[in-house]
């Protein structure tokens, strides 16, 4: 089992950026494949984008892709989502995840099984 706790959210204006991190305990980190989420009340949560067990392959939802970079330190067992060009739109609370079954990059909440407690991201226009 791993433990998943985010940060480096916060309140940005339209244009700036923010980095998140997420560190992990537990088992190997690099036994995950590793994603971010995010969600606004009321709404489903989505997935932003992803990352395989080695760093060599990404996933990017298409609203955010040119925009944001998820990236991973296996030896810090730290994963990471560069986010420039911030929108408005991008404002939501952002959840690093892990998924244990598999190598593929999954897509949907229920492909993760360990979640963090989730990190708040205001983008002000």
């Known amino acids: 089992q791993v433990q998943l706790v985010e940060s480096g959210g916060g309140l940005v204006q339209a244009g700036g950026s923010l980095r998140l991190s997420c560190a992990a305990s537990?088992?190997?980190?690099?036994?995950?494949?590793m994603g971010w989420f995010r969600q606004n009340p009321g709404k489903e949560r989505d997935l932003v984008a992803a990352?395989?067990?080695?760093?060599?392959?990404?996933y990017y939802v298409d609203s955010i892709k040119g925009r944001f970079t998820i990236s991973r330190d296996n030896a810090k067992n730290t994963v990471y989502l560069q986010m420039n060009s911030l929108k408005p739109e991008d404002t939501a609370v952002y959840y690093c995840?892990?998924?244990?079954?598999?190598?593929?990059?999954?897509?949907?909440?229920?492909?993760?099984?360990?979640w963090g407690q989730g990190t708040q991201v205001t983008v002000s226009s």
């Open positions: 995840a892990g998924r244990l079954a598999g190598p593929n990059i999954g897509l949907h909440t229920t492909d993760y099984a360990y």
């Open positions: 537990g088992r190997p980190f690099s036994y995950y494949v």
């Open positions: 990352i395989s067990r080695s760093g060599f392959t990404t």
